[in-house]
């Protein structure tokens, strides 16, 4: 399928990766590009060959949020019927897990983008922030509720209101992202760590995505009955007799990802 404001390779075995492209707006989020990610990511979730899936931009720019200039001709009611820029939802139906592997300004949008994923990556460059408020509007795709979960509070609403864009280093110890490493390393970083994931158990993998979202999602005993329910699940596959057999035998299991 021909992209144009997206780039789909796979770097590794199991990995599919997608890559914000449009360098002259740094990768500014535009109803165009919300379509042709949404479509890569769900190729991919559909491709039995890839288990974990990478998203990144450019060393200078994850994204700088929405594209303010198609913005700034949007009214409210185009964008509620329309819903180009705010068709978030559709991430979330992702099984597989999304890495984000972030350089540079991860913006508004942009930010929001790499906090719906997994887990981030980030480049000694990366910067996050939430600038919304600074041309009249706020977070409308998740700001203030994700970035309120992982950092918490007080950060939260310094960054949202001051316009404070966390560091890359201030973003670790916040416990935003994972880790951060080298500009020049943070791609191969976060490809490493999606191979890693993708040679795991498939099956495994999706249920212990979804059980893990559910707990922003649930209170403790209702997390705790769903997390048991999957674990029941997992018995029921050809994967769980496999690895628990090659841990026995003393060998490696191989994995059918049933
Ligand atoms: N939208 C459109 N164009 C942009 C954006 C953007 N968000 N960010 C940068 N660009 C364009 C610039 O207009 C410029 O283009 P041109 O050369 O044609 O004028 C080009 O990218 C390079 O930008 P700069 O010259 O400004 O580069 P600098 O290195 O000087 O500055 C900054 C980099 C600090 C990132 C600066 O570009 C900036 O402040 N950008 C805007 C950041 C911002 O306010 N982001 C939040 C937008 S609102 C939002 O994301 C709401 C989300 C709501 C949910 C919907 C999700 C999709």
Redesign the pocket.
């Known amino acids: 399928m021909a992209y144009e404001t997206i780039l789909t390779e796979t770097p590794a075995p199991g990995v599919g990766l997608v890559r914000l492209n449009r360098p002259?707006?740094?990768n500014?989020?535009n109803a165009q590009l919300?379509s042709e990610l949404f479509d890569a990511l769900e190729a991919f979730d559909r491709d039995e060959t890839v288990g974990c899936m990478v998203l990144t931009g450019s060393d200078k720019?994850f994204a700088?949020?929405?594209?303010?200039?198609q913005?700034v001709e949007t009214d409210a009611v185009t964008l509620m019927l329309e819903g180009d820029?705010?068709d978030?939802s559709r991430i979330r139906r992702i099984g597989k897990p999304i890495i984000a592997a972030v350089s540079g300004?991860a913006?508004?949008?942009?930010c929001?983008?790499a906090m719906a994923c997994d887990m981030i990556v980030a480049s000694e460059t990366a910067k996050f922030g939430q600038?919304?408020v600074?041309?009249g509007?706020m977070?409308?795709?998740g700001g203030t509720q994700r970035l309120t979960r992982a950092v918490g509070k007080v950060v939260a609403m310094e960054v949202m209101l001051g316009n404070r864009n966390l560091t890359a280093q201030e973003a670790l110890a916040a416990g935003l992202v994972n880790r951060v490493v080298p500009v020049d390393a943070y791609a191969a970083e976060a490809t490493q760590l999606a191979a890693k994931i993708a040679s795991m158990p498939r099956v495994a993998v999706r249920l212990i995505k979804d059980a893990v979202n559910k707990a922003f999602e649930m209170s403790l005993t209702d997390g705790l009955d769903y997390e048991k329910r999957s674990f029941y699940v997992l018995f029921g596959t050809e994967d769980k007799t496999e690895g628990m057999t090659a841990f026995v035998e003393k060998r490696p299991p191989e994995w059918k990802n049933r």
């Open positions: 002259k707006a740094l500014a989020i919300v720019a700088a949020g929405a594209d303010i200039k913005m820029f705010t978030w300004w913006l508004g949008g942009g929001e983008m600038p919304e600074t041309i509007i977070p409308g795709a």
